[in-house]
């Protein structure tokens, strides 16, 4: 650990521009990639981002976003089941070094709090869990102050829909999340 932070914290300034922190929004539709309980089919959604920018290779980006599921297969007809990750925090790591690219390639590994709703039947559906995740994608600096990208994350969510006297009722969810987004850099 002592390691990580210091990399980030010796490595040079960014030097893309001086402005390190971006606050941005972005759009997202979620895939299960393996049928869970609750069984949801493909759900999209959005939310906000901040993301700063220790130097030119590390940044940690902080999301809020909710995506809308309806239920499939055995969850057929509980509808407008909500899936929040609440906030999800990223570490991520740019490959290039070549400022004057307007291209930023990245991966990233990340933990976060998540959520589901209870949606159209009260069934125990709703829940709260851990997740982890990873990331690859990329962002498009038109200027200084705008950028735009689009990336792939992995979700790995356990939920926990109740605590009880004889144990626990939870499940996990796998998402894949195809997201694009918008940021202000300033």
Do not use: C
């Amino acid at each position: 650990m002592f390691f990580i932070i210091s990399l980030l914290l010796s490595s040079s300034s960014y030097a893309r521009s001086d402005k390190n922190k971006t606050f941005g929004l972005m759009v997202m539709g979620n895939f299960q990639l393996i049928d869970t309980t609750p069984n949801l089919d493909p759900g999209y959604g959005g939310g906000l981002y901040f993301d700063y920018r220790f130097n030119q290779r590390f940044s940690i980006t902080a999301d809020a976003w909710l995506a809308t599921h309806d239920g499939e297969g055995s969850s057929d007809g509980d509808n407008s089941i909500e899936l929040l990750g609440i906030p999800t925090v990223t570490l991520k790591y740019y490959f290039m070094k070549d400022e004057a690219s307007n291209w930023d390639p990245y991966a990233g590994i990340g933990v976060g709090l998540y959520a589901l709703t209870e949606g159209s039947v009260e069934n125990g559906t709703n829940g709260f869990g851990l997740g982890a995740q990873i990331d690859v994608g990329f962002d498009y600096y038109f200027n200084n102050s705008i950028s735009a990208g689009f990336a792939g994350i992995f979700h790995s969510v356990g939920i926990v829909h109740s605590l009880g006297d004889g144990g626990s009722d939870s499940s996990a969810i796998l998402p894949f999340s195809v997201v694009g987004k918008v940021g202000y850099h300033f």
